[in-house]
């Protein structure tokens, strides 16, 4: 019988050894939890007081109301509002680190970090309104980081993103009272409105689910990629090759995994000191052999070309390929299954963030005062651990696959020759009929890569240039969708295009909180055309999504007016009044809205008749 797990055939080996050997994965603990419990999937169940928990009879014979009164709609409201809001804390908090790492920097007492891109930041100075005129590079930095500070709490006004913006849409969320404030400000106003007895509207719930949403997508994991583009350098086209075959049979193999790329950016330095590949060799090791996994995979693949070992759902299959000395953890999608699962081989598992800790981790906390030394200290314990991998127990899939990544927004630019005429020409003329975004996780409810790489080849084969971030992106660097030479699978006017610049038909935009480095696009092309961003026959999917911060990713994307597929189901259907909402009054509210198809050729579809309704609105 056909393994339906995942559709890439390293991942489906790996799960054979991981049957072979006893182990069990995510997939396994997907399998025991079945059937998931109703409520649950529904959105029907409270436990924000402690009258509860409470839940609610979806078929009517049961109870309909909570010990407090709390209907299902206000429930789901709730629910959905509190994952929300996590997700805009991850991205957030993480753009929180990126900007004070810059602070540090600028302020002379963070060392081992430089201002790669001056440009970017005295762009980002003027952005925020601040005089540059005779002041150092670093008074500059520390002016800018402290003023992108003042944007996560309490502050006059609002977040300095929207300023990017079209004034169509600021009127917009102006009308419905949810233009962002300050970014913690919003998350925490959310865990307010969620306490009990305070906001009981579902509709005044998802409103604010909507402003805090905005709040991450404008500002917080806007500040993360902005920040992280001065600290570390703006992207630029650059190949590599993706894939447990990444791994190497005689090298010091290190996995970074996670999200933050301020540790990263070290080890990748580290990794080429001579010392320490002096020191892998003299362990019997061809040298060392760096990377990377989900987002900070794509931070440093967009940066470095490092290659990148897969996404979310590979996380344990690297491990058991028995191949790693060790795998280096900051926050964020790193299960907390790897720490016994390390333990079944000779893998170390170091964990790096004081934010997050894990069972079966060896800790070694990140000193960003001191960072470059932490870096040696954890590539030094991979190297000593070489010696102890059992090559009797190494099974490295072959699968790799190149990648062309590195498309920042200015990447682009330079891509079409400096404007974003070219691709407005090419969108009019109907050589590329529109763009999508697609974006998210892998989840094991569905088969892995199945539905990020279907929909993006029936995309491009209908000329929608396909954008993306993500593990989206790299189950697409798996398939080989990020080459020029994948034009051969676009419609004719697509791979016209592609030829002619050199590009991709589906262009990575980088990791999650570069979505922003997408809506900075769609509104500067809504600028370029006098129009709002709901106007433009641009679509957003997220087929394989599993994350809060995918649930917040989704709202923010819908409030600045773009349509978008959900693949995997969210906890709403308990609520006809939020199902509504989401699916069909946020048309009229805000111009974009969600739609839920698990099927990726139907979501096909769904993207193509919206971007040639949005067409024919435009004239084009
Ligand atoms: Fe139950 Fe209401 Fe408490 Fe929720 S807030 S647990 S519905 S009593
Ligand atoms: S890493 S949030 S599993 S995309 Fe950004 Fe992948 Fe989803 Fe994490």
Redesign the pocket.
Known sequence: MKDTRSIDPASLQMLKVARDEGLETAWDRYLAQQPQCGFGELGLC?????????RIDPFGDGPQK?????TGDI?VARNLLRMIAAGAAAHSDHGRDIVETLRGVAAGEIRDYTIKDESKLMALAREFGLSTEGETVQVIAKKLAEAALEEFGTRKGYLQGINRVPVKRKEIWEKLGITPRGIDREVVEAMHRTH?GVDNDPANLILHGLRCSLSDGWGGSLLATEFSDVLFGTPRPVRGRSNLGVLSKDAVNILVHGHEPVLSEMLVAAAKDLALISAARAKGASGINLVGMCCTGNEILMRHGVPVAGNFLQQELAIITGALEAVVVDVQCIMPALGQLAACYHTKFISTSPKAKFPGALHIPLDEHNALETARKIILQAIENYPNRDQNRVYIPEETAEYVAGFSVEALLNALGGTLDPLIEAVKNKKIRGIAALVGCNNPKVTQDHSHVNLAKALIARDVLVVETGCAAIASAKAGLLLPEAAELAGAGLAEVCRALGLPPVLHMGSCVDISRILTVAAALARELGVDIADLPVAGAAPEWMSEKAVSIGAYVVASGIFTVLGTVPPVLGSNVVADLLTRQAKDLVGGYFAVETDPFKAAELVIAHIDDKRAAMGI
């Open positions: 409270c436990r924000n007081c402690n009258m509860g928990p409470c909570g010990v407090c009164g709390a429930i009990f």
